[in-house]
């Protein structure tokens, strides 16, 4: 089966061609960086414009890549959420009217769940259950995954997610946009001890985060420094550690609750160097998708579609977005 995937959830179009039996065939991405970089951030109609005009383009592209025509794709699957509603609508709209047109089936693609499930085109992939850490932008998260559908969150973010908190606190430290990047590298060149960040719900005995506070902890310390390029490297420095190790305690508590010995780690920020080498430490086999299809893309879209095309999955002839959608909600594929 060959599926196109459409991912158009926020900043980035992905398109890609997923084979169920020989694997990706195609991968194209085109970031909205330049776009938003003015802005300090993402702004939705903007990036809603510009998936209009990439989304084609990226279809032909991907097509050429793969060597097919439009009439040899077997499905089509596009985000549908979450995310933002305009965004989601171009993909949507695309997707599901391809599919009408060539008399394919579609299938609708919860975002996260795409995060959930890239480490899965990698060459060894990892084997279910396992528990996934999920960590982007919009959202942070642990999940019990027992199969491919069947989900329960174990801990979530009460605020900030932990890409959210990277990107608001390189704002406040002057470091553009994307942030979180920024923050990474410039954290590379701070000192040790020269701060203490606190460890937000470290003491908790649940599993879910907070970071508001912790990203108003590195604003007061900023304010309070004499503001050198030094000092803005030595607050990178703590806040990325106090990240890192939240997350790295948070995960080994929820590994050890369900003995559980698979983590997953998927989004965005599962690019950061740092976290890699923490979570590392872990008694447990870690599993990540290479760097590229850490961030948004297609090809975590078609994969997930197809699986649940193979599934005899598909949507009515409907156009439908949903830009708020739990995990919990899905149904489980056997």
Request: charged residues 20%.
């Amino acid at each position: 089966m060959k599926v196109l995937g459409i991912e158009t959830s926020c900043d980035e179009t992905g398109i890609a061609i997923y084979d169920t039996e020989q694997g990706l065939l195609a991968d194209q991405l085109y970031s909205q960086v330049a776009v938003h970089a003015e802005y300090g951030g993402v702004v939705p109609e903007l990036a809603s414009r510009d998936h209009i005009r990439k989304t084609t383009p990226l279809i032909k592209k991907a097509l050429a890549e793969a060597g097919l025509k439009l009439s040899e794709l077997n499905g089509i699957a596009y985000t549908s959420g979450p995310g933002l509603i305009g965004a989601l609508m171009v993909g949507a709209s695309i997707g599901r009217s391809l599919a009408w047109g060539l008399k394919i089936p579609a299938v609708a693609v919860h975002h996260m769940e795409g995060h959930l499930l890239a480490p899965m085109l990698e060459e060894k992939p990892p084997q279910l259950p396992f528990i996934a850490l999920l960590v982007s932008g919009g959202h942070t998260m642990l999940v019990d995954v027992k199969a491919i559908g069947d989900y329960t969150i174990m801990g979530e973010s009460l605020d900030d997610a932990v890409g959210e908190a990277f990107d608001k606190t390189a704002k406040m430290l002057g470091l553009g946009y994307p942030g979180g990047p920024a923050l990474a590298a410039i954290a590379e060149q701070g000192e040790q001890g020269v701060y203490d960040f606190p460890r937000p719900m470290v003491r908790h005995q649940g599993l879910d985060f907070s970071y508001s506070g912790l990203k108003t902890f590195a604003l007061t310390t900023w304010n309070k420094s004499n503001k050198t390029e030094q000092d803005k490297a030595n607050i990178a420095y703590a806040f990325q550690e106090a990240v890192v190790d939240t997350l790295f305690i948070k995960c080994r508590r929820a590994l050890q609750q369900i003995n559980e010995t698979r983590l997953v780690i998927a989004g965005g920020v599962s690019a950061n160097k740092r976290l890699r080498e923490k979570l590392e430490e872990l008694d447990a086999e870690i599993f990540f998708p290479r760097m590229e299809f850490c961030t948004d893309n297609g090809a975590m879209i078609a994969y997930a579609g197809a699986i649940r095309l193979q599934a005899k999955e598909s949507e009515s002839k409907r156009i439908l977005v949903q830009p708020r959608w739990s995990l919990e909600e899905l149904r489980s594929v056997v």
